[in-house]
């Protein structure tokens, strides 16, 4: 185990983190089946869900190529044309110019985008209520988004921009990662 893995402070940490995190899916996931969110109750819960999801994992996406493609650019691309085909096209096109500022720029507008998505799927609509909560649970954690909050950040931002620091490689190495380069660069391109 690394340094610093068995403390005490730590280990309680990850444990009620994990517990809010679970809680958060749970619930969102409990109001979208009984059609207590935006998109559920006037399209049903299974588009609601697949959009959640879709969505949460292109968050991903931009957020850990962000962190990948910002940190790859000083890194020569030839080293890693053989080994890495994918990513040496985006780096092809992102190292030249000033495509990385559009990019980070498309980016961002590309983020506004889908977490808006994230929010109409998941979010609770007025007076929401879950599996007979109480009501300071419900006013905490659905009334100020909190549990939304936590799903966007935990799930879809902050473990792939670690995850994608550590190997941007692999990261940006498959057709996804390139289509989604190329859809914030077409953002930023209409302005």
Not at 145 to 163: A, H, P, R, Y
């Amino acid at each position: 185990m690394a340094e610093g893995e068995n403390d005490p402070l730590k280990l309680f940490k990850n444990f009620y983190s994990t517990v809010f995190l679970i809680f958060a899916i749970a619930s969102i996931h409990g109001l979208i089946f009984t059609k207590q969110t935006g998109l559920s109750k006037d399209h049903g819960p299974i588009g609601a869900v697949i959009l959640l999801w879709a969505a949460i994992i292109w968050l991903a996406m931009i957020e850990g190529g962000q962190a990948s493609h910002v940190g790859l650019a000083p890194v020569d691309k030839e080293l890693y044309r053989e080994s890495h085909p994918v990513a040496y096209k985006c780096a092809e096109h992102c190292n030249k110019g000033d495509n990385l500022d559009r990019y980070l720029l498309g980016r961002q507008f590309g983020v506004i985008f889908v977490v808006f998505c994230i929010n109409l799927s998941g979010a609770p609509i007025e007076n929401a209520e879950l599996w007979s909560m109480p009501d300071w649970i419900i006013q905490s954690f659905f009334a100020t988004g909190f549990s939304m909050i936590l799903f966007t950040c935990m799930v879809g931002q902050l473990n792939t921009q670690v995850n994608a620091s550590t190997c941007m490689l692999d990261f940006v190495n498959n057709y996804i990662s390139l289509f989604t380069y190329w859809g914030c660069i077409f953002v930023e391109y209409t302005g």
